[in-house]
T-cell receptor, first 113, second 116 residues
C-alpha cells in the first residue's frame, strides 16, 4: 500500500530559528515528491517539487532534499517567521497516467514570537 | 477567477440526506481532482477528471458518492444517504493538463461537510 509518513507530528520553535521536517515514503511507481504548506482553513499550496533525479530544491527560505534510494525527504526552514505557522504536508506522486497524490498526515508547525 | 473556488464553504446536513458540493476550477485547466480530508489526516484521493470524463474514480469509497463534470469545467460531487462518517473537508484541485510528470495541482479552500 502506498504510504507517506511524516515526523514530527507537531513542532514549536521560536521566531528566527531553523527547523527540519522529515518524510518517509513507500509509493510506487514514484513520479515526484512535493512539500505543501496548508494554512488553517485553506487548501494546500505547493512549495517544492522534486523528481527522481533531483536531490535538493530551494524556494526562498524553504529547502527540500530527496534521497530516492532510502525513500526519505526533508524540508528545512531557515530563519522562521510567524507566518510559517501552518501544516507542512509531504506529498508523493504515484504515476498512473496522471499525478495520483499520496499525502502524509503533515507536521503542524507553530512559530512563537 | 484567479484560483479554484468551492461552494459552499460549510455544509451541515442530517444523516440520510443528499448533498452536492461544487468546484470551479482555474479557467482552462483540463484536469480536476476531488480529495477528502478527515480531521488530523492528509487528503485522500477520490476521483480524477480529464475533461468531461472520470479517468480514475478508484478513490470513491462506495456507490453513495458520485461526481460529474458535464462541460469539462465545473464539477459537482454528490453524496447520497449521508452518514456521520462522511463528515470531512472535501478539497477540489485542478491542473493544466494532468498527464505530465511535473503537472501541479492547485487546491481550492475546501467544503467542510458535517453530518449530524
Amino acid at each position: 500500500k502506498n504510504q507517506v509518513e511524516q515526523s514530527p507530528q507537531s513542532l514549536i520553535i521560536l521566531e528566527g530559528k531553523n527547523c527540519t521536517l522529515q518524510c518517509n515514503y513507500t509509493v510506487s511507481p514514484f513520479s515526484n515528491l512535493r512539500w505543501y504548506k496548508q494554512d488553517t482553513g485553506r487548501g494546500p499550496v505547493s512549495l517544492t517539487i522534486m523528481t527522481f533525479s533531483e536531490n535538493t530544491k530551494s524556494n526562498g527560505r524553504y529547502t527540500a532534499t530527496l534521497d530516492a534510494d532510502t525513500k526519505q525527504s526533508s524540508l528545512h526552514i531557515t530563519a522562521s517567521q510567524l507566518s510559517d505557522s501552518a501544516s507542512y504536508i509531504c506529498v508523493v506522486s504515484a504515476w498512473g497516467g496522471f499525478q495520483k497524490l499520496v499525502f502524509g498526515t503533515g507536521t503542524r508547525l507553530l512559530v512563537s514570537p | 477567477g484567479a484560483g479554484v473556488s468551492q461552494t459552499p464553504s460549510n455544509k451541515v446536513t442530517e444523516k440520510g440526506k443528499y448533498v452536492e458540493l461544487r468546484c470551479d476550477p482555474i479557467s482552462g485547466h483540463t484536469a480536476l481532482y476531488w480529495y477528502r480530508q478527515s480531521l488530523g489526516q492528509g487528503p485522500e484521493f477520490l476521483i480524477y477528471f480529464q475533461g468531461t470524463g472520470a479517468a480514475d474514480d478508484s478513490g470513491l469509497p462506495n456507490d453513495r458518492f458520485f461526481a460529474v463534470r458535464p462541460e469539462g469545467s465545473v464539477s459537482t460531487l454528490k453524496i447520497q444517504r449521508t452518514e456521520r462518517g462522511d463528515s470531512a473537508v472535501y478539497l477540489c484541485a485542478s491542473s493544466a493538463q494532468g498527464g505530465t510528470v511535473t503537472d501541479t495541482q492547485y487546491f481550492g479552500p475546501g467544503t467542510r461537510l458535517t453530518v449530524l
